[in-house]
């Protein structure tokens, strides 16, 4: 059975084998197909026009599946791998471990921005960026220097887990409720402020470049489970005949045969190292 733990309790050999299998998936191409296909719905998802990936309920399970898809790909690299989560509330700085060389690197250099140590360093030649939106073919990250932006705290995202709907029309990233707070267009913001404080590929549409992608999905995920626990009766909605949107029994694309409805109970798939 799959357990995700948290990222800072994994061992030597956990984080050597992690990123072995990483750097395998990108040697043989199969990386770069999931930056293709998260760029792809970051394009065409928008608020008044079909949304699947973002900016909408689906928001949650979409990104589930995504995951469950990318961990199974590396499963078939090494079968004792399996997706660590960031809690970006705790580990907040950019001298926590996550960062160091024998992980996931440090932070960019002042002048460009590339990332020069770990193993995902262009200078490791492991992890050329070949999905990207400018002719830049390296790593990047400014973590922590937009604008001063902090992580979200603990207190912000119990704020968030307290709301007891899962999301309101027009289901889009104009709506009230939990799942448009966690994704970060509304109020406190969650999700997408982790994203520009990483800054780099991680905050633009190629997101998935940077393998903390996973990591701070794989938390997102988790609060997603924690709010479940929390409002036990709170349905995913829509329920219905939402146009544009995915509805708890339609297909989501790319994959076509599963439905939000498919992805509510994580435990069918993996369970977190600590209750949720
Ligand atoms: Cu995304």
Known sequence: MTV???????????????????????????????????????????????????????????????????????????????????????????????????????????????????????????????????????????????????LPTRAEVDSVLAMPTYDTAPWNSSSDGFRNHLEGWRGVNLHNRVHVWVGGQMATGTSPNDPVFWLHHAFVDKLWAEWQALHPDSPYLPQGGTRNVVDLHDTMRPWNDVTPADMLDHTAFYTFDTAA
């Open 4 to 150: 995700r733990k948290n990222q800072a309790a994994l061992t030597a050999e956990e984080k050597r084998r992690f990123v072995a299998a990483l750097i395998e998936l990108k040697r043989s191409g199969r990386y770069d197909t999931f930056v293709t296909t998260h760029n792809e719905f970051i394009m065409s998802d928008t608020d008044f026009g079909d949304r699947v990936g973002h900016r909408s309920p689906s928001f949650l399970p979409w990104h589930r599946r995504f995951l469950l898809e990318f961990e199974q790909a590396l499963q078939s690299v090494d079968s004792s791998v399996t997706l660590p989560y960031w809690d970006w509330t705790a580990d907040r700085t950019a001298r926590s471990s996550l960062w160091a060389a024998d992980f996931l690197g440090g932070t960019g250099r002042s002048r460009d921005n590339r990332v020069m140590d770990g193993p995902f360093a262009a200078g490791s030649g492991n992890w050329p960026i070949r999905v990207r939106v400018d002719g830049r073919g390296y790593l990047r990250r400014s973590l922590g220097a937009n604008g001063g932006l902090t």
